[in-house]
């Protein structure tokens, strides 16, 4: 499996990981949730993203369930929600995500989104004493901007910013604007999530493109010219970067599958003139 470096912790993360927005939120899925996590970390997508937030709790329990005997293969990430975002507020939310993960420690906690009622500086305390207790090992954001960032790691002190976790795909590259060109001067790992766009209710729905549309033609064109599906195309294009991950939702074997024949191979300069011109970063 690919490995690119976590921030400046010089530690190694899988370029792919598995995400479970979603899981959790049907019972009568949840044996088929944890055994297509199971059979990632097998094929060495070890990097799994959760949140408190995902299913009220139901994913983190869920992802607790599949990783019980495997826990020391796995980087763990979980997401503290904006409303707990106080000092006792984030103290608490992990002493619950921990319970509810079966664990003794998270490998990488986030902010989830930004908060409208608590200062960034004490989050950030808080996710700082996380550290020094030694419940958390490394402190990320998700969906802050570059002044956010720079915000987090004034209150971080010593403990490094390791990750902004953001959406980017195909048709959303807004990230390469300023936060991504940000995340690489700093020594900040960009997780990437979303990466074949958003359901029609999320977001607006930018969704991957439709079969016949100008810009599914050009993927499918290219995928024959590799071997591979236009998702596996996509999913190489994501991950060109060499700051950045990604954790597609896997819920099937099928599914991580395919993710993992995303990689092994590179699209070349031709392909990526033509992909950039198709998907241009948007004003």
């Not at 094929?43 to 983190?60: I, K, N, P, R």
Request: with cysteine; glycine share 10%; net charge negative.
């Amino acid at each position: 499996m690919l490995q690119r470096k976590l921030g400046k912790t010089g530690i190694d993360i899988p370029a792919i990981g598995q995400g479970t927005w979603k899981f959790g939120e049907d019972p009568q899925r949840e044996r088929e949730e944890i055994e297509a996590l199971r059979f990632g970390i097998e094929q060495g997508l070890t990097l799994v993203d959760t949140a408190e937030d995902y299913a009220s709790g139901g994913s983190e329990r869920v992802v607790g369930r599949a990783i019980g005997d495997v826990r020391d293969r796995v980087f763990l990430v979980t997401k503290v929600a904006a409303r707990n975002c106080s000092y006792e507020g984030v103290l608490q939310a992990a002493e619950s995500s921990l319970e509810r993960l079966g664990t003794s420690h998270i490998d990488l906690l986030l902010q989830h989104w930004p908060s409208d009622r608590h200062e960034v500086a004490e989050t950030m305390s808080a996710m700082a004493e996380l550290v020094k207790r030694g419940m958390v090992k490394h402190i990320g954001v998700s969906n802050f901007s570059a002044a956010l960032m720079e915000e987090a790691q004034r209150g971080l002190g010593d403990v490094p910013l390791a990750c902004n976790q953001v959406p980017y795909h195909l048709n959303d590259r807004s990230i390469e604007r300023g936060i991504l060109p940000y995340c690489e001067a700093n020594g900040i790992t960009v997780m990437g999530y979303s990466p074949f766009g958003y359901a029609p209710q999320v977001f607006g729905g930018q969704g991957f493109p439709e079969p016949g549309t100008e810009q599914r033609r050009l993927l499918d064109a290219i995928g024959a010219k590799h071997g591979k599906t236009v998702y596996q195309v996509a999913l190489n294009w994501v991950l060109r970067p060499e700051r950045l991950v990604t954790i597609p939702k896997a819920a099937s074997r099928a599914h991580i599958e395919d993710n993992i024949r995303a990689i092994g191979w590179e699209l070349d300069g031709e392909d990526l003139a033509r992909i950039e011109a198709a998907f241009p970063v948007k004003a």
